[in-house]
């Protein structure tokens, strides 16, 4: 089946650019959604397609893909942006989603 | 604003079934282009899907789980509800249910903020 691989945890100081990669065979040729999930929240989707921001999402939030690795990137990072993060496609040969295994944001 | 809420005991022993529902409020459970989902997350395994009902009732389950699970609804009370039998230790998580766009490349728009459950004697 399908493997997403995320590292467990990014730190970034406030201000700064953190990434977040998402590794997975072919990954480009695949749309891929991001989620951010904060402890005692619901997940919010804050991208869809690769690169499309749903109404709401700040835009110092934006995707990418390229080759094996699509990228969540957050400018600015504010302490707010504390959260794990998903990648998320669709495997299409087992009719189901699957997901990274999160990323853990931590604002120094 | 579409909004899910689970509920559920909070607390199961080994071997017996955890149930849970999820409340639906603003859309139909039971008509539009999407489909309702079971989504649980474990420190260990991140987030894992479950399983999924169309608004046909058609249902699909993830494979790993598909022996033990089922996934129905209740249209005069827009709920969903999920069933999972014979509950182990590993079977801890955080339940959630998603409302999921079907596009080919589906994602999941609307989340709950999930049900605690424990699974200990």
């Known amino acids: 089946s399908y493997v997403l691989t995320q590292p467990p945890s990014v730190s970034v100081a406030p201000g700064r650019t953190a990434r977040i990669p998402c590794g997975g065979n072919s990954i480009g040729s695949k749309s891929v959604h991001w989620y951010q999930v904060k402890s005692g929240q619901a997940p919010v989707m804050v991208i869809s397609y690769n690169i499309d921001r749903p109404s709401g999402i700040t835009e110092r939030l934006s995707g990418s893909t390229s080759g094996n690795t699509a990228t969540l990137t957050i400018s600015r990072v504010e302490a707010g942006d504390e959260a794990d993060y998903y990648c998320q496609v669709w495997d299409v040969v087992g009719d189901r989603p699957v997901f990274g295994g999160g990323t853990k944001l931590t604002v120094l | 604003q579409v909004q899910l809420q689970e509920s559920g005991p909070g607390l199961v022993k080994p071997s017996q079934t955890l149930s849970l529902t999820c409340t639906v409020s603003g859309a139909s459970i039971s008509s539009g282009s999407h489909y309702w989902s079971w989504i649980r997350q474990s420190a260990g395994n991140g987030l894992e899907w479950i399983g999924r009902?169309?608004?046909?009732?058609?249902?699909n389950y993830n494979p790993s789980l598909r022996s033990r699970v089922t996934i129905s609804s209740d249209t005069s009370k827009n709920q969903i509800s999920l069933n999972l039998y014979s509950v182990t230790a590993a079977d801890t998580a955080l339940y959630h249910c998603?409302?999921?766009?079907?596009?080919?490349?589906?994602?999941?728009?609307?989340w709950g903020q999930g049900a605690l459950v424990t699974v200990s004697s």
């Open positions: 998603a409302r999921a766009y079907s596009s080919g490349w589906d994602y999941f728009d609307f």
């Open positions: 009902i169309y608004t046909n009732g058609h249902t």
